[in-house]
C-alpha cells in the first residue's frame, strides 16, 4: 500500500518564477492538504482540498494557489516566488468522512535563490 | 485563534533516562490532537490521534495523554533511535474543521 509521494523531492527556482508542487494521496485518501514548513518551526497550514474544491484556508496570499484532479491528486502552485518561499512543502492526506488524521508525504524542498 | 505551544524546545536524555515532552493548546472545540515525529529532512510520521479528555494511548516506549488544556508525550527508557523532532497538533471542530495548527515542536536528542 503506497502511502502519500511528492515530487519533486527538491527544487531551485528563481525570485518571481512560479512553481507547481505534485501530490498523490494514500489508497483510500480523499482529501489533500497542504503545508508550509521553514526551518526550525512546525508546519503551517496552507488549504485543504476536498471534493475538488478548496475547502479550508489557511493564511498565505492570493499567489498560493492548488487543485485537485478527479483521482484524488493535487497541485500547488506558487507564482512570483519570493526568498521567504524557501522551505519544506508537505502534502497530507486523510479519508474525511470517518477521520481527522492525516498521513503526510517526505515533502518538497524548495530554495528561492 | 488556535494556538499550540510546545516545552521544552530542545532536550538531551541519556539512553534510558525517562522524561515528558508537553503540548499546551487553546482550540474553539476539539476535534483531536495529533502527535507526530519528524526526522530531519523528511515528512512528520503519524503517532497517536487523542479526542478527549482522559484519554491515554501508548505506542512501545511511546504514551500520549490528554486534558483540557495539554498534552503530554511521556517517553520511557528512550533508545538513541528515538531522537527527533516531536511535534504536536490540533484540529478544531465547526468551521474551521480539516485545518490543523501545529506547535514548533520539541527536538529529543537522546545519547548512548
Known amino acids: 500500500d503506497a502511502g502519500v509521494t511528492q515530487s519533486p523531492t527538491h527544487l531551485i527556482k528563481t525570485r518571481g518564477q512560479q512553481v507547481t508542487l505534485r501530490c498523490s494521496p494514500k489508497?483510500?485518501?480523499?482529501?489533500v492538504s497542504w503545508y508550509q514548513q521553514a526551518l526550525g518551526q512546525g508546519p503551517q497550514f496552507i488549504f485543504q482540498y476536498y471534493e475538488e474544491e478548496e475547502r479550508q484556508r489557511g493564511n498565505f496570499p492570493d499567489r498560493f494557489s492548488g487543485h485537485q484532479f478527479p483521482n484524488y491528486s493535487s497541485e500547488l502552485n506558487v507564482n512570483a516566488l519570493l526568498l521567504g518561499d524557501s522551505a519544506l512543502y508537505l502534502c497530507?492526506?486523510?479519508?474525511?468522512?470517518?477521520?481527522?488524521?492525516?498521513?503526510f508525504g517526505p515533502g518538497t524542498r524548495l530554495l528561492v535563490l | 485563534e488556535d494556538q499550540v505551544t510546545q516545552s521544552p524546545e530542545a532536550l538531551r536524555l541519556q539512553e534510558g533516562e525517562s522524561s515528558s515532552l508537553n503540548c499546551s493548546y487553546t482550540v474553539s472545540g476539539l476535534r483531536g490532537l495529533f502527535w507526530y515525529r519528524q526526522d530531519p529532512g523528511k515528512g512528520p510520521e503519524f503517532l497517536f490521534t487523542?479526542?478527549?479528555a482522559g484519554e491515554e494511548k501508548e505506542k512501545e516506549r511511546l504514551k500520549a495523554t490528554l486534558t483540557k488544556k495539554e498534552s503530554f508525550l511521556h517517553i520511557t527508557a528512550p533508545k538513541p533511535e528515538d531522537s527527533a523532532t516531536y511535534l504536536c497538533?490540533?484540529?478544531?471542530?465547526?468551521?474551521?474543521?480539516?485545518?490543523?495548527?501545529f506547535g514548533d515542536g520539541t527536538t529529543l536528542t537522546v545519547k548512548p
Open positions: 489508497s483510500g485518501h480523499d482529501t
Open positions: 497530507a492526506s486523510s479519508f474525511s468522512a470517518v477521520q481527522e488524521t492525516q498521513y
Open positions: 497538533a490540533v484540529q478544531a471542530s465547526g468551521t474551521n474543521a480539516g485545518k490543523s495548527t
Open positions: 487523542l479526542y478527549s
